[in-house]
């Protein structure tokens, strides 16, 4: 149907013309989800050439291009080209929207996903974070938006804790950047409303800073207030008629012919953090 479309388009207004381009688009998005990536690079260089000489670089239009091809080189493994669309496509939709607008936000999160496979994993925090104060404050808090950006956020940082518990075994629970992850993990609990566990990995984190940098460091400072603020909120909740919502906890972990939970890397480190 695109194809007869786009002949029909290019036969009646010519191959520039800005419907035409919009077509060419849609070819490279159909071709791009049929795995089909050479062919969508095509289409899309066509159309962002195309859109750039009609309607100029900072075009809406021709950033919603610009941000496909991040997509695409994200795909392909081109991850510092993709980097480059991504920054231009949030830069021009920041100039022309806003750094609040859902398509700002959209390719924010894009950025987030694209740092966490670069194991740039502070700079995806940053992303995820930026992204979620952004769709809650414009959707709320159950948008499917928000909620999938919630879940890109849980899975970095539990496949980075993942990885330091299998670099480090034991060690990983002093280790700076392992601890930075907790916080961040605690952090997005918290968001969540799931004040209890925020509250027991906090304390983890805490634990692990206080004998790595020692209790007076600013980060175990910090940390502490932190504790007694989510303890008053607790208390606070409790005190309205709410009942403290129990620790969700993971399902069992897989047990041998005796009963015993498994000892699998993940089953540990979820046990250290207190999930199990």
Known sequence: MYQRALQGKEKAWGPDHTSTLDTVNSLGILYKNQGKLDLAEQMYQRALQGKEKAWGPDHTSTLNTVNNLGNLYSDQGKLDLAEQMYQRALQGKEKAWGPDHTSSLDTVNNLGNLYSDQGKLDLAEQMYQRALLGYEKAWGPDHTS??????????????????????????????????????????????????????????????????????????SKRLRETLLALDSAIENSTLEGEQEPPVKLPERSPSDERGRPAKSKRYKLLHRLGLR
């Open 146 to 219: 928000t909620l999938d950006t919630l879940d890109l956020a849980e899975q970095m940082y539990q496949r980075a804790l993942l990885g330091y518990e299998k670099a480090l075994d034991a060690d990983f629970e002093t280790y700076l950047p392992a601890l930075n992850t907790m916080w961040g993990l605690a952090s997005l609990r918290e968001c969540q409303a799931d004040l209890p566990q925020a509250k027991l990995i906090y304390t983890k984190a805490l634990n692990g800073y206080t004998k790595a940098v020692g209790p007076d460091d600013s980060r």
